[in-house]
């Protein structure tokens, strides 16, 4: 089992995912990107595509993003 860590996923509206997950993989403006616990810290840009992600609990979700932007973390 991978390491957990804290996932948000935030619109302009409001927060719409916040917990504890394996894995993020992301649509990244220069491909697609996997996010796993004790990532480099980076920030890029998300162009419009599906966000999945694997939470802790092994369910996986998918949404679709329009745009915007990633903000990695080394702890959160």
């Given at each position: 089992m991978a390491e957990a860590f804290k996932f948000e996923l935030v619109s302009p509206e409001r927060l719409l995912v916040s917990e504890q997950v394996e894995s993020v993989v992301?649509?990244?403006?220069?491909?697609?990107?996997?996010?796993?616990?004790q990532h480099a810290p980076v920030m890029t840009t998300i162009k419009p595509g599906v966000v999945t992600?694997?939470?802790?609990?092994g369910k996986e979700d998918r949404y679709?993003?329009?745009g915007g932007f990633a903000d990695i973390l080394p702890y959160g």
């Open positions: 992301i649509p990244g403006a220069e491909g697609e990107m996997t996010v796993m616990a992600v694997k939470a802790a609990s679709v993003v329009f």
